[in-house]
């Protein structure tokens, strides 16, 4: 979707042919940027999985303590997600990946 969203915006408003759209992307993105993402996303699913379930289990109080929990998973989930990111960027950097 980001892709031809790109591509979209790169003929609409840039004058980019999509042949030439295709090529340019073709030579920047590489396989590994595909598989790292992917492994990304299954850890960072991984996290929210875990985080957003005890967050839940551990609610009580009714709905005050639902939206209590609810605001302390958003914020450990996004601290989570930037502090996974944060390592898998030392690692791929460490590995020269």
């Known amino acids: 979707v980001g892709i031809a969203g790109g ?3 790169g ?3 840039l ?8 090529h340019e992307t073709l030579s920047a993105v590489k396989p590994w ?3 790292s993402g992917a492994l990304k996303s299954v850890v960072f ?5 875990v985080i957003a379930c005890q967050q839940g289990l551990a609610t009580t109080g009714g709905a005050e303590g639902v939206g ?3 605001t302390t998973a958003v914020v450990s989930i996004l601290f989570m ?15 020269g990946l």
């Open 81 to 95: 997600l930037i502090l996974l990111d944060a390592v898998f960027t030392l690692l791929f950097g460490a590995l």
């Open 15 to 22: 004058g980019v042919t999509p042949t030439a759209y295709w």
């Open 11 to 13: 003929a609409w408003r």
């Open 7 to 9: 591509l979209a915006v």
């Open 33 to 35: 940027d595909v598989w």
């Open 68 to 70: 209590r929990r609810t």
């Open 45 to 49: 699913a991984g996290a929210i999985a």
